[in-house]
C-alpha cells in the first residue's frame, strides 16, 4: 500500500494564509506630524489609493507560528504514513502465510482466515480515511485562525496608517506583476504577528 497522499499543499499550508483586498477607511495625510512620504503617501495626496503590500514568501518563512505549524503537520503526516505502512505490511504478511497454508486448511478454517483478512483490509481502509479527515479538519481549522489572527491583527495596525488596500505579493503565484518595496509592510507584519501569536507546541500526533 502506497504511503498516505499528501494533504498539505505548501501551507502555500497557504495561499490560504492571506487573503487581502481589505477594504479600510480612505486614508487621508494627518496634519501636524513631521512625516516621511512613501509612494502610497504620495497616491494618498494626490487623491489615489493609499496601498501597502505583504510579501507572502518572506512572511511564511518568519512567522513562527506558521513555521511550528507547518512542521506539526508534516511530522504528523509522516507518522500517518509509517503507521498505514505498517499495517499494510502486516496485513500482506497474513495474505501471504494464508495463501502458504490455505492448501493444509479445512474449508471451514480457510473462509473464516479469509473473512478475518477482509474484515482486517477494511479496518485499515476506514482507519486511513479517519486519518485523513481529521488531518484535513485540523488543517482547515488551523487556517480559520491564522485567518481572523491576521485580520484582528491588520485592523489593528491599519488604525493610524489608513491604508485602503493590503495586498499580497508572492513570488511563486504572482498576482502583482511589478511591486514598489517602498509599499512593503511585512516585516511590520512579522514582528506584530509574532508578538500576537507565540508559536504552538508541536504535538505530532496520528489523530
Request: aromatic content about 8%; hydrophobic content about 35%.
Amino acid at each position: 500500500m502506497k504511503n498516505i497522499s499528501t494533504i498539505l499543499s505548501a501551507l502555500a499550508l497557504i495561499g490560504v494564509i492571506v487573503l487581502f483586498g481589505l477594504h479600510f477607511s480612505n486614508g487621508k495625510l494627518k496634519s501636524g506630524k513631521s512625516t516621511t512620504l512613501t509612494s502610497s503617501d504620495h497616491a494618498a495626496a494626490a487623491g489615489g489609493p493609499h496601498i501597502a503590500y505583504i510579501d507572502i514568501d518572506t512572511f511564511e518563512a518568519n512567522y513562527n507560528m506558521l513555521k511550528s505549524k507547518k512542521e506539526e503537520f508534516s511530522k504528523r503526516k509522516d507518522a500517518m504514513g509509517a503507521e498505514l505502512n505498517r499495517s499494510a505490511n502486516q496485513l500482506q504478511n497474513d495474505v501471504r502465510d494464508f495463501q502458504q497454508k490455505a492448501q493444509t486448511m479445512s474449508q471451514a478454517e480457510g473462509e473464516a482466515k479469509q473473512k478475518k483478512l477482509i474484515q482486517i483490509q477494511q479496518s485499515l481502509e476506514t482507519r486511513k480515511a479517519t486519518m485523513e479527515e481529521q488531518f484535513a479538519k485540523d488543517q482547515f481549522e488551523f487556517n480559520e485562525t491564522l485567518h481572523k489572527e491576521l485580520d484582528a491583527f491588520l485592523e489593528e495596525y491599519n488604525a493610524d496608517k489608513s491604508y485602503d488596500y493590503i495586498f499580497s505579493y508572492q513570488r511563486t503565484n504572482p498576482q502583482i506583476m511589478y511591486a514598489n518595496k517602498s509599499l512593503n509592510i511585512t516585516q511590520d507584519v512579522i514582528k506584530g504577528m509574532n508578538a500576537r501569536t507565540p508559536p504552538a507546541k508541536s504535538t505530532a500526533k496520528a489523530k
